[in-house]
């Protein structure tokens, strides 16, 4: 199976754009995960559905307001363009709008992991001279780790697959936003574009297949560290 | 150095409100659960803040609610030794071992390092997992994380419940060799009559969320009107120095002049043991008796008598080997008219006294 120059691109394309719609939000979803499971702040509530809002909104309305929010015409888009930062049809917005629209799996995910570590731990490093920091750091976090693989694999594929949000928030254009299933959906569009979208839709499911069977094996080893073998 | 103690804190019916004192060696705090023991233990560690309070190890203030002082948990350089062990589960038993002196961002000191898994006996363990660890084997390692962490005090919420009787008895030694070879306070948990008169240097027996009654081992546990426990698990304790072994498997000990046989116990002539006699074993009799299979006979003055609402009574006998207690019924004491200062015999059946109430 060999792939034409812009079948290539989309696929490139889209491994750039979740990698790093992962590894942005990865500190976020941390930090939001611990404050829904540990803290209790007037808020709260609202935070927490705040950041499931993505989950339940059509993609193309949370695209729109992406689009409303940074384009270069709307307040935050011409105050962060003056930084040098834009999103609005550029692939940094491909890999906004699947950050976010990844984001409530992510920190679910790393809150769950979160709220069952056993607290009666960390009460032991502080006895042991730990700071709340290295009780985090030391305890917490690694006790934490299977959440945040399984969560950062989660969001990877779905920012792989993200389709509504980031047709509406970055259009579809080649070499630039054209992600995986854009590029899909562009080939279906055209007569005789089905072999290309066929090629593509193999290989998503091979990227997805390989993102499941790599977080398998990572949160197995773990769990057979902690288990001691 | 001490810990003093002293808080107020209310805790759904209990109010606890008490002050106590904690020297160097063991003080056991020993009352029936629920009687607020691991309050006090977790609000030493500054786990729990009472409502009112002072405690201090010398002249190191860890919280005083009067100036608002209140160190957190990382601050107050403690040994905590829990019941369920909490090893950290993803890091194996020398990085646990090693955790409180990498917090401290102390030099690593070998030789400490390795006297304390040696002694232990842990050696072995190192590179292991605590998953893999047997329930004794947990219990060492936690000891022995405590201890490196350089503490200024020892904290221990009953270490041994969580253990079969096999290796309660694999881990007491390792207590009794603590007591001895530390030189800072301390402070244990237990509702085991046993592990009191067995590790106990000083014991502050708990009821209702007062303090009944501090002092040293001996005098507390051998006081009939403090049974933390209940009259049931109530017991003296005698501190006698091994005579010699006999043939026929039995340990002659002497104390006060008086001479005491016992099962045979492993301990060089000349060492002093720790005997707790239980009240439950113990016989009186008005005429020194004869023609007795007991072999442990010890005339002595009725010091205190305690009869309750139930069908028994504690009775405190004087005898030259310290005060011992029986548990008789009220009908015995008024049949034999036991009166305080009347002369009696404690009778101990050596049987009766089992490897578990006799420790160094």
């Known amino acids: 199976m060999t792939l034409s120059p812009e079948e290539w691109q989309a696929v490139a394309l889209s491994l750039k754009v979740a990698f790093w719609a992962t590894l942005f939000s990865l500190p976020f979803a941390v930090f939001v995960a611990y404050a829904l499971a540990r803290w209790t702040f007037p808020g709260r509530q609202l935070l927490n559905g705040l950041v499931h809002l993505p989950l339940i909104l059509p993609p193309v309305v949370t695209g729109y307001l992406l689009l409303l929010t940074f384009s270069p015409r709307a307040p935050v888009g011409a105050f962060l363009g003056e930084l040098g930062i834009v999103f609005a049809f550029r692939w940094t917005g491909a890999a906004l709008a699947a950050a976010i629209m990844a984001f409530p799996l992510m920190v679910r995910a790393i809150r769950l992991s979160l709220e069952s570590v056993d607290m009666r731990l960390e009460q032991a490093s502080a006895t042991l001279g730990a700071s709340p920091f290295w009780v985090f750091a030391t305890v917490t976090l690694p006790l934490t780790l299977p959440g945040i693989l399984a969560g950062g694999i989660l969001a990877f594929a779905k920012a792989m697959g993200e389709f509504g949000a980031t047709i509406t928030f970055v259009s579809n254009i080649p070499g630039e936003t054209q992600t995986l299933p854009t590029a899909i959906y562009a080939f279906l569009q055209v007569p005789g574009g089905e072999s290309s979208a066929l090629r593509l839709v193999i290989l998503s499911v091979i990227v997805s297949m390989g993102a499941l069977v790599a977080s398998e094996i990572l949160s197995r080893r773990i769990t057979r560290r902690m288990e001691g073998a | ?360």
């Open chain 2, 1 to 360: 150095m001490t810990l003093s103690v002293s808080m107020k804190q209310q805790l759904g019916h209990l109010a606890l409100d008490l002050a106590f004192e904690a020297p160097v060696g063991i003080t056991v705090l020993f009352g029936r659960s629920g009687s607020g023991k691991t309050t006090i233990v977790n609000t030493v560690a500054g786990l729990l803040t009472p409502e009112t309070g002072r405690i201090c190890v010398q002249d190191r203030v860890l919280l005083d609610t009067k100036s608002g002082e209140n160190l957190p948990p990382h601050k107050r350089r403690l040994g905590y030794i829990f019941q369920e062990g909490r090893l950290f589960p993803h890091l194996n038993v020398r990085q646990n071992l090693t955790y409180g002196r990498w917090m401290a961002k102390a030099p690593a000191d070998r030789s400490e390092f390795d006297r304390i898994v040696e002694m232990l006996g842990i050696g072995e363990l190192l590179e292991r997992r605590p998953a893999t660890l047997s329930g004794g084997e947990k219990q060492r390692v936690g000891i022995g994380r405590a201890l490196l962490a350089n503490p200024s005090l020892i904290l221990a919420d009953e270490p041994l419940a969580s253990l079969d009787e096999e290796r309660k008895q694999e881990i007491l030694p390792f207590f009794e060799r603590l007591r001895d070879e530390v030189s800072i306070p301390i402070l244990y948990v237990s509702h085991s009559a046993a592990e009191v008169a067995r590790l106990a240097t000083t014991v502050v027996a708990l009821d209702n969320g007062k303090v009944a009654r501090q002092g040293p081992a001996v005098e507390v546990l051998g006081d009939p009107m403090v049974t933390p426990t209940g009259a049931r698990a109530a017991g003296a304790l005698i501190e006698a120095v091994v005579v010699m072994h006999h043939a026929d498997g039995l340990t002659e000990l002497e104390v006060g002049g008086v001479r005491l046989l016992l099962p045979r116990v492993s301990a060089e002539p000349g060492s002093r043991l720790r005997v707790r006699i239980p009240a439950q074993e113990v016989i009186l009799s008005r005429q020194a008796p004869t023609g007795l299979s007991a072999l442990n006979i010890l005339p002595g003055t009725v010091e205190t008598i305690r009869g309750g609402d139930g069908p028994g009574a504690l009775v405190s006998v004087k005898t030259p080997a310290g005060s011992i207690l029986a548990r008789v019924t009220r009908r015995s004491t008024a049949a034999l008219n036991l009166q305080v200062g009347g002369t009696v015999h404690a009778i101990v059946k050596t049987l009766a006294i089992a490897p578990e109430d006799v420790g160094r």
